[in-house]
């Protein structure tokens, strides 16, 4: 009457999230910033985002199959597409298809398949990869292209673009400019102050919106937020690594630029440029690389944010949230160790609670 | 007084009810199958002894087998007539194996033993209620199957204070609980009243899930003209039905690890068993039949009945109907309930559910593996980090498991429900559980053998000593003797 079923435990429902739907939920969420960034430098920037994604794909399916894992399952779980499109966000969008390649094939092959895998990585692939290629190629991750919307007048044609990223390109030096962070650290070491240097370089609005030059998917602050909003709503992420994040880096530029404004940029500045929002919403909060327990979010959060602005205020680089993030991921092991969830019916040092004589003798 | 804290717990999960096909229904009698199968052991501790043999005739709510030892449960017929075979049958249980069990044949008369009146039970004394429950074969009817009478006893040990009626029924499915309390608040109430003396106890809280409005409203109207029985509406979530759970949502108050409930004065029983506890104490009635909740997707028409223990699940299923084969039959609801191997078993005294779930219900998918996302961590309602003690279960470094609470943990299973790689986590504890117990009780039967070999030795070296002692002295007295007869 029954067919025979299998001895097999508990529970016998499930909720409906799988792994492929959270990698799958969270390209959703970035690809309005991504879009953006696609149609705000037009062609190059799709090409990189392509070369990079194919670079990844072929990574990850050598490193299957060396390892001798089932290739087809793993290759479309969604996970190696996100690494290096979370990568291609970060990259200037008119590098060389080889940042992209190099990149890509770095983020899987060292940052992934050596450690075995998904989910045994210590460190952030996208981030280890970006990181790599910042200290190995510095001229070509600095040189930013100004907007050329896709199509509008002016921008590079699909030719054109196939020649800036394969590489037979016009010089394009004419057609690039730093950053404002960027900008901001050249001018400080050229002794200006910072209301000088950023007069005509930051517009709070310019810079939310996201219509200035910077990484392909990073401009715009208020798609990356709306992203960051729909991974919340979906809860794929929970809201304490960005939250501690922001307010690491709210508090240490806000305490600073009330100390030194001149010297020191607010928090808006702080917080709306650069790689700050899609840091704290899509790349700090890969499960995989941050702590497990809600207090270990706390202190990883505050700590990218924290060295983020350290590295951007005192560093040798105009950027920190990849050397934040990478430098924190290297620190979840310790804060997973000793920040654990206390156990019920025991004390955070794991002692059992002693039951109270007002606990025995009276109800509550 | 202005409640402040919010009614809940750490985690838990949201599991989707699909309570509403049967909780407006009402509990229907199952009329007599043609033959009743009683096993010895449907509780935990020991089986009971039977005392009928084949061809026995015997009389509805007759003693069939009794307890045996301290922790045990009688087992009573559950109508009359002739016990056909007292031999193995396949048991309520994942295995399949067969244990002891009565068959009967009912004869379809429904005579009643002849019982003599107990007395008001609010009047007897304390330990005399529980000799009657523990003689009525009350075990606890939420699932686990505890002895209800061992449970009653603890006042007599230390101080009870509060009576914690579980009416959470937060697994999927199971609305036995919800409708007994729509249906008999009084009885409920009552068997709670007799419960309170039995402990010792001043205060009832009865707490059911905000998911039963209808079972709040008729418990609080049955409640309303006791002053010391209060019940509560507790927020639904899974695991709200467990224990410790619910004694945090109620009262704030956690169970020290390693301890019972009742050493913070509290002891939790099911509103199933106070039901029982009534009928034994006021009618003179043994347990002998049970609310079961038949659903699932394969059920054609979901439903509650009152079923006599014993009853085959095929049974229960045939007087349902079956829309479709289903994909996996179990005991109790979809979260903790287990696989039956198939449907030729009886219904015993835990049995609060038979669940026939379709494929698309099951939806079994491929384990992958874990991507730390946490969300176990997050579910787990003891504040374990389920990830961790799986990684260390798994490659059998049980210690390691041990070492992040791995005792703690309930095996609610929240953490395999919501995990989206599909990691069957609950299973890898169960396992490490198992194997924990087993090398605890290798290593103490290793001391055992040890103590016992130290001892052994001291006792021949005393011997050897003694023995020494007596010859030095008898050579001294000896030589006393020769010098005395120089």
């Known amino acids: 009457m029954t067919a025979q079923t299998p001895v097999i435990g508990g529970p016998h429902v499930h909720a409906p999230a799988s792994v492929p739907r959270t990698m799958a939920m969270v390209l959703l969420a970035s690809l309005p910033a991504a879009g953006f960034g696609v149609y705000l430098f037009g062609w190059p920037a799709l090409n990189l985002l392509l070369v990079t994604i194919t670079a990844a794909m072929l990574s990850e399916t050598l490193g299957l199959w060396m390892a001798g894992k089932p290739v087809r399952a793993s290759l479309f779980d969604g996970s190696a597409v996100l690494t290096a499109w979370l990568l291609a966000l970060t990259l200037p969008p008119w590098a060389p298809w080889w940042i992209g390649a190099l990149g890509g094939a770095f983020a899987i092959i060292i940052g992934k398949q050596v450690f075995g895998g998904i989910g045994q990585n210590l460190f952030n692939p996208a981030m280890l990869a970006r990181v790599a290629l910042l200290i190995s190629f510095p001229l070509e991750m600095t040189t930013w292209a100004q907007p050329h919307p896709l199509l509008a007048a002016g921008s590079p044609d699909f030719l054109t673009g196939l020649a800036i990223t394969f590489g037979h390109a016009p010089h394009i030096d004419g057609m690039s400019s730093a950053t404002v962070l960027g900008h901001v650290k050249t001018a400080f070491t050229q002794g200006h102050t910072l209301s000088e240097s950023l007069r005509g370089h930051f517009a709070p609005a310019t810079s939310l919106l996201g219509r200035t030059n910077g990484s392909m998917g990073e401009t715009s602050a208020v798609l990356v937020l709306l992203g960051g909003v729909l991974l919340l709503q979906q809860r794929i992420i929970t809201w304490h690594i960005p939250l501690a994040m922001f307010a690491a880096i709210a508090a240490l530029s806000g305490l600073f630029h009330w100390i030194d404004p001149e010297r020191y940029g607010d928090a808006l500045f702080h917080l709306s440029s650069g790689g700050a929002m899609l840091g704290a919403f899509f790349i700090a909060t890969d499960p995989v690389t941050s702590p497990s327990s809600v207090r270990g979010q706390w202190i990883f959060g505050a700590g990218c944010g924290a060295l983020t602005w350290i590295i951007r205020t005192w560093g040798g680089y105009p950027e920190g949230v990849a050397f934040a993030v990478v430098l924190m991921n290297a620190l979840t092991p310790l804060i997973d160790h000793y920040v654990r969830p206390r156990i019920y019916g025991r004390t955070r040092a794991g002692a059992p609670i002693e039951p109270t004589a007002q606990q025995r003798e009276t109800s509550p | ?486």
């Open chain 2, 1 to 486: 007084m202005i409640r402040l804290r919010r009614l809940r717990f750490r985690g838990g999960v949201h599991p989707e009810g699909n309570k509403q096909s049967t909780s407006n229904r009402e509990i229907e009698p199952l009329p007599l199958p043609a033959r009743l199968y009683l096993p010895v052991q449907q509780h935990i501790g020991a089986p009971a002894e039977p005392i009928v043999k084949a061809g026995d005739h015997v009389l509805k709510g007759q003693l069939l087998a009794h307890s045996e030892g301290a922790v045990s449960a009688p087992v009573h017929a559950s109508t009359s007539g002739t016990v056909v075979a007292v031999e193995p049958f396949t048991a309520s249980h994942a295995s399949g194996l067969p244990v002891r069990t009565i068959i009967l044949e009912p004869d379809g008369r429904e005579i009643w033993e002849e019982r003599a009146y107990g007395g008001d039970p609010l009047t007897m004394p304390p330990e005399e209620i529980a000799v009657r429950v523990g003689a009525a074969g009350i075990v606890g009817m939420g699932g686990a199957a505890f002895p209800a009478a061992v449970k009653l006893n603890l006042g007599s040990r230390q101080a009870v204070h509060t009576l914690v009626i579980n009416g959470g029924e937060c697994e999927p499915y199971l609305t036995c609980d919800d409708r007994l309390m729509q249906e008999r608040p009084r009885e409920i109430i009552d068997g709670v009243r007799i419960m309170l003396r039995a402990l010792g106890a001043d205060t009832a809280r009865i707490a059911i899930e905000d998911n039963k409005p209808y079972a709040v409203a008729a418990m609080t109207a049955a409640a309303a003209a006791y002053p010391n029985v209060h019940v509560t509406a507790v927020p639904s979530l899974y695991p709200m039905g467990s224990e410790k759970q619910m004694i945090q949502a109620l009262t704030g108050q956690e169970v020290p690890a390693g301890k019972l409930s009742a050493d913070i004065g509290m002891v939790v029983h099911n509103v199933a068993t106070a039901h029982a506890v009534h009928r034994a104490l006021r009618r003179e009635q043994p347990l002998i039949s049970r609310i079961v909740t038949v659903g699932g997707g394969a059920v054609a028409t979901p439903r509650n009945l009152e079923v006599p223990l014993g009853t085959l699940v095929s049974d229960l299923l045939d007087a349902c109907g079956l829309k479709e084969t289903p994909a996996r039959l179990l005991a109790g609801g979809p979260m903790m309930g287990m696989v039956l191997p198939h449907a030729r078993v009886p219904v015993v005294k835990g049995t609060n559910g038979i669940i026939a779930l379709t494929r698309e219900e099951v939806s079994a998918r491929a384990e992958r593996p874990c991507i730390r996302c946490g969300r176990c961590v997050n579910a787990c309602p003891c504040g374990l980090l389920p990830l961790e003690m799986a990684a260390r279960a798994r490659h059998g470094d049980i210690n390691g498991a041990a070492d992040y609470g791995l005792t703690d943990c309930i095996s609610c299973g929240s953490c395999s429900y919501v995990c989206p790689a599909n990691i069957p986590l609950v299973q890898y504890f169960n396992f490490a559980k198992g194997a924990l117990a087993t090398q605890r009780e290798e290593k103490r039967r290793a001391d055992e053998t040890r103590r016992l070999a130290a001892e052994r030795t001291a006792r021949l070296e005393a011997v050897k000593a003694a023995r020494a002692q007596q010859a030095a002295e008898r050579k001294r007295a000896a030589a006393a003797k020769a010098k005395e007869s120089a």
